[in-house]
C-alpha cells in the first residue's frame, strides 16, 4: 500500500473510499430536461476513471417546484429523475468510485420569473442582490411542504442508487433560517440559535424517517458568513457542535463566507491571483472541535495543497473540483507518479463564470471537459504517422503541438517571437494574472516529452512550410489589436496592448474606450492606474466588460474602485482630434442626440484583433482542401474530409485568433476537435 496519506483508503459509515480525494457538489449545467442524461453521466463517470474516491453531483439539485435553478439543475422533485439516477450511480460504481448528490431549497437565491412563476420564499422578506428577488416571508404551510420535499427527494435519491446525499446550507433556505440576516420570523422558527436552526433539524429528522439510520447524510454550510450581524465562527463552531450532536447527520462540508454577492461568492470559492486554500485552516477548526468527518473545498488546485490538507489533520476527505475539470485523472497521475503529467488548474473560472451567465461549465483549457461524449480527455494513436507542421506558439498551436504529438506524429512548430505564449504572455504580465502561464508551460512540457521539435525566432513564409512536406498545416499565427475605429484620429489613439506590454507608458489622463468587454481592457486599466493615471474606462455597452464576466469582475474592480477610476457606459468614443500636447475625445451615444468633447492626454482603444492570415491565404491554393473545414464533421466530432484539390499535398486548417478574434477556450477547442482525427 501507498504511503502517500492522498491515497489512504477512508470509512465513511459503512461506505469504503478508495482514497481521499472528492469531486465535490456542483452543477456544470449539463443537464437535459432537468435529468442526468448522456452528457452528465460521461462527465461523471470519466472522473470515477480518473480515480476519484468519490464524485458529487449536482450542486443545488431542486427539491420544490418554487426552488427553480438559476442555471440549468438536476430537477429531483420528480420522479421520472430515478432512472436517470440509477443509470448514472451504476456507471460510476463501475468505475471503483462513490457517488453522493447535493441536495438543496434556493430560498431567496432565484428568481420568481421562472418555470412555474412562483414566489420566491424566504424567512424573511430581504432581498438577494445577486438574484434581485423580493422573497415572500414564508408562512407555516410553506415549512411544512419544503420539509416534506426534502424528504421525497432524499428518498428518490436513495432508490436511484445515490451512496448518501448531502444538504446545502450556505446562501440557499436552509441558512437563511440559520442568520439572523436573513429570519426574522417570530415562533418557533425565528429568534434563538434553537429556533433558527429549528428547520433543518425537522428536514432532518423527516428525511431519516425515510431513508432510515444507514443511509449517509451530511451538510455543506457555512461555518463564519464573515458579514456584520450574520453568524460568526463563535456561532458557527457551535452549530457545527449541534449537527454533530444531533445523530442526524454523517459528515460535515465546511465553507466559509457569504455567496449573496459576487464578491461575497468569490471570497468563497477564490480565482486566480487569490491565494489557495484560504478556508483550509478554518476547517481544520472545526474538524478539531467536533472530532467528526470533515470535508471542504475551496481553491485547492495542486496535489501538494491536497496532501498537506489530509497529512496535517485539516480535513479528512479534500475536494479538488475544478482541479477535476482541468483533469480528470489527477488520482491516476498521482499512482502512476506522474503528477508532472497533471494538467494545472489556472483558477481562471472560467467554468463557473460561464454557469452564473446561464451556459454550461467549460475549462478554459480542456476543451474535453463537458464534452466527453465527442471529445477524448486521453488521446488516442494514429494507425498511422503523419507529419504536422504548426505555424504559431500560442494556446491554439501548442494544443495542436501536444494532441497531434500525443497521436503519434512528427510534429514542427515554428514561432516568430523568441518564447511561447502568444496573447497569454501578455495576460500574465498582471501579477494576478500569472497563473495563465501554466497553460502554455504545460503544453510545452508535454510536447517536449512527445518530441516536438520547435523553431524560435524564425519567420515561416510558404516555401519555408513547404520544404517540411507536411501532410498536415495550422495556421496558429493570431492576430494583433485592431484600434481603427474611429472618424477622424485613428492614428492617435494606442492600443490596450501597448499599455499591458510596457511599450506605452502611461500618461497622467487617460480614457479607455473599450468595444470588445474583454479582459485587456480592465488589465489596461489596471496598469495606468497603479502608475497615477487618472483613468476613465468608457464603454457603449450597458454594462462594462461583459466578456469577463462576474467573479473574475471583482478583483479587477476592488483593485480599479480604490484607484478612483471611473467608469462610464452606453457612450462612445466617435473621433480624435489633437489640441496641443492633449486630445480632443469626441463622444457621442449609439442611442442618438448626444455629442460631447473632453480634453484627455491618452487614449486607448480595446477593440478585440483582426487575424494574422496572410500565411494562410498564401498555402490555402495548394492545400487539398483549400482550408476549407466541414461544419457538419467538425460539429460531429468526426476526422475532415473536404477535397478540393486532388493534387494538393497537405491539408489547411486555420485555429484561433488566426480566424477571429475569441478566446483562449475557443483556441484551444479549434485545435483539439481538428487535431484528436489526424
Known amino acids: 500500500m501507498s504511503g502517500d496519506p492522498l491515497l489512504q483508503p477512508y470509512q465513511l459509515k459503512n461506505l469504503t473510499l478508495r482514497n481521499r480525494i472528492i469531486v465535490t457538489s456542483h452543477e456544470p449545467a449539463y443537464p437535459e430536461d432537468g435529468m442526468p442524461k448522456e452528457r452528465y453521466r460521461a462527465y461523471h463517470v470519466e472522473r470515477a476513471k480518473g480515480g476519484v474516491a468519490m464524485t458529487m453531483t449536482a450542486g443545488s439539485a431542486a427539491v420544490s417546484k418554487d426552488s427553480p435553478p438559476v442555471f440549468n439543475n438536476l430537477l429531483v422533485y420528480k420522479d421520472e429523475v430515478v432512472p436517470w439516477m440509477k443509470e448514472l450511480t451504476d456507471a460510476v460504481h463501475e468505475q471503483g468510485a ?18 412555474f412563476w412562483l414566489p420566491v420564499v424566504s424567512p424573511s422578506h430581504n432581498r438577494e442582490a445577486a438574484h434581485r428577488a423580493f422573497p415572500k416571508k414564508m408562512e407555516d404551510w410553506d415549512i411544512e411542504r419544503i420539509i416534506k420535499d426534502y424528504a421525497d427527494a432524499a428518498e428518490r435519491m436513495k432508490a436511484g442508487g445515490m451512496d448518501g446525499i448531502e444538504l446545502q446550507a450556505y446562501g440557499h433556505l436552509m441558512d437563511q433560517f440559520w442568520s439572523p440576516l436573513t429570519n426574522d420570523l417570530e415562533g418557533p422558527y425565528g429568534g434563538s440559535l434553537d429556533n433558527r436552526l429549528r428547520f433543518t433539524f425537522d428536514v432532518l429528522t423527516a428525511i431519516r424517517e425515510r431513508v432510515g439510520p444507514d443511509y449517509i447524510v451530511g451538510i455543506r454550510y457555512t461555518g463564519d458568513e464573515e458579514l456584520p450581524g450574520g453568524i460568526n465562527e463563535t456561532e458557527g463552531l457551535e452549530i457545527s457542535k449541534r449537527l454533530k450532536d444531533s445523530g442526524l447527520i454523517d459528515f460535515l462540508n465546511v465553507v466559509r463566507g457569504h455567496i449573496d454577492t459576487d464578491p461575497g461568492l468569490t471570497d468563497v470559492i477564490p ?8 478556508h483550509l485552516e478554518f476547517a481544520g477548526k472545526i474538524r478539531e472541535a467536533t472530532g467528526f468527518p470533515t470535508f471542504h473545498a475551496a481553491k485547492i488546485p495542486d496535489v501538494a495543497t491536497a496532501r498537506y490538507a489530509i497529512a496535517s489533520g485539516k480535513v479528512d476527505l479534500v475536494g479538488m473540483t475544478r482541479a477535476h475539470m482541468t483533469d480528470p485523472h489527477i488520482v491516476r497521475k498521482i499512482v502512476e507518479k506522474r503528477e508532472d503529467d497533471i494538467r494545472p488548474c489556472v483558477g481562471a473560472n472560467y467554468c463557473l463564470d460561464r454557469i452564473y451567465q446561464g451556459g454550461a461549465a467549460f475549462c478554459i483549457h480542456n476543451a474535453a471537459t463537458g464534452r466527453e461524449v465527442s471529445m477524448p480527455q486521453v488521446i488516442a494513436k494514429a494507425d498511422s504517422r503523419k507529419k504536422v507542421v504548426i505555424v504559431g506558439a ?22 516568430l517571437a523568441s518564447e511561447p505564449g502568444g496573447q497569454i504572455r501578455l495576460t500574465a504580465q498582471s501579477p494576478r ?12 512540457s508535454q510536447c517536449e516529452k512527445h518530441g516536438v521539435t520547435f523553431h524560435f525566432d524564425t519567420w515561416a513564409d510558404a516555401e519555408t512550410i513547404q520544404e517540411q512536406a507536411p501532410d498536415v498545416v495550422f495556421i496558429a499565427t493570431g492576430g494583433l489589436p485592431h484600434t481603427e475605429v474611429l472618424t477622424e484620429g485613428n492614428e492617435l489613439v494606442n492600443s490596450s496592448w501597448d499599455l499591458i506590454s510596457g511599450d506605452v507608458k502611461p500618461r497622467e489622463n487617460i480614457l479607455i474606450f473599450d468595444d470588445a468587454g474583454d479582459h485587456a481592457a480592465m488589465q489596461a486599466a489596471e496598469v495606468a492606474a497603479a502608475a497615477g493615471a487618472k483613468v476613465e474606462i468608457m464603454t457603449p455597452d450597458r454594462s462594462f466588460a461583459p466578456e469577463v464576466m462576474a467573479m473574475n469582475l471583482v478583483p479587477y474592480m476592488r483593485s480599479l ?28 451615444s449609439d442611442y442618438g442626440g448626444v455629442e460631447k468633447e473632453r480634453i484627455v492626454d491618452q487614449i486607448i482603444v480595446n477593440h478585440g484583433t483582426r487575424p494574422l492570415d496572410d500565411l494562410y491565404f498564401e498555402l490555402k491554393e495548394s492545400s487539398v482542401n483549400h482550408g476549407e473545414i466541414s461544419h457538419d464533421e467538425l460539429t460531429g466530432g468526426h476526422p475532415q474530409t473536404v477535397v478540393r484539390n486532388p493534387q494538393g499535398t497537405f491539408r489547411l486548417f486555420r485555429i484561433g485568433d488566426a480566424v477571429s478574434a475569441r478566446n483562449t477556450h475557443a483556441a484551444i477547442f479549434d485545435a483539439l476537435r481538428l487535431a484528436k482525427d489526424i
Open 561 to 588: 474602485q480604490k484607484q478612483d477610476v471611473t467608469f462610464t457606459v452606453t457612450y462612445r468614443l466617435s473621433a480624435v482630434r489633437k489640441n496641443g500636447n492633449q486630445l480632443v475625445a469626441v463622444v457621442g
Open 271 to 278: 480565482i486566480q491571483g487569490m491565494a489557495n486554500s484560504p
Open 433 to 444: 494574472r500569472r497563473e495563465m502561464m501554466s497553460i502554455i508551460d504545460w503544453r510545452m
Open 394 to 415: 500560442g494556446p491554439a498551436g501548442l494544443e495542436a503541438a501536444r494532441v497531434s504529438a500525443e497521436r503519434g506524429h512528427e510534429v514542427v512548430v515554428f514561432e
Open 98 to 115: 462513490a457517488i453522493m448528490i447535493q441536495l438543496t431549497h434556493l430560498g431567496r437565491r432565484t428568481r420568481w420569473d421562472k418555470e
